[in-house]
Nanobody, 118 residues
Framework: QVQLVESGGGLVQAGGSLRLSCAASRSIYSFTFMAWYRQAPGKERELVATIMRGGITNYADSVKGRFTISRDNAKNTVHLQMSSLKPEDTAVYYC????????????WGQGTQVTVSS
């Protein structure tokens, strides 16, 4: 059973920064990609950023230039560095991973709350 454990959420003022982490229970190379999603109250879950197995990254337009996804291969961890935070970034952030060896399987973390005050 694959586990993804997020950490790093919290309360921050607008313009501030936070770094989220997602620790996987097995090698991150066993995933086709890893991603961060977020879900704000009353809204659908949306994709924020992805990092592919080969290292290519992609971002939602709303976070380009402010968020950076990266990984620490040795620690099987993916990070989301968030800067210039805005109140509209307030959401529960979820880590997601798609299994490279079993494409029908994807995994989710429990979520971590990010609240940006104005």
């Amino acid at each position: 059973q694959v586990q993804l454990v997020e950490s790093g959420g919290g309360l921050v003022q607008a313009g501030g920064s936070l770094r989220l982490s997602c620790a996987a229970s097995r090698s991150i190379y066993s995933f086709t990609f890893m991603a961060w999603y977020r879900q704000a109250p009353g809204k659908e879950r949306e994709l924020v950023a992805t990092i592919m197995r080969g290292g290519i990254t992609n971002y939602a337009d709303s976070v380009k230039g402010r968020f950076t996804i990266s990984r620490d291969n040795a620690k099987n961890t993916v990070h989301l560095q968030m800067s210039s935070l805005k109140p509209e970034d307030t959401a529960v952030y979820y880590c997601n991973a798609k299994d490279y060896y079993r494409p029908d399987y994807d995994y989710w973390g429990q979520g971590t709350q990010v609240t940006v005050s104005s």
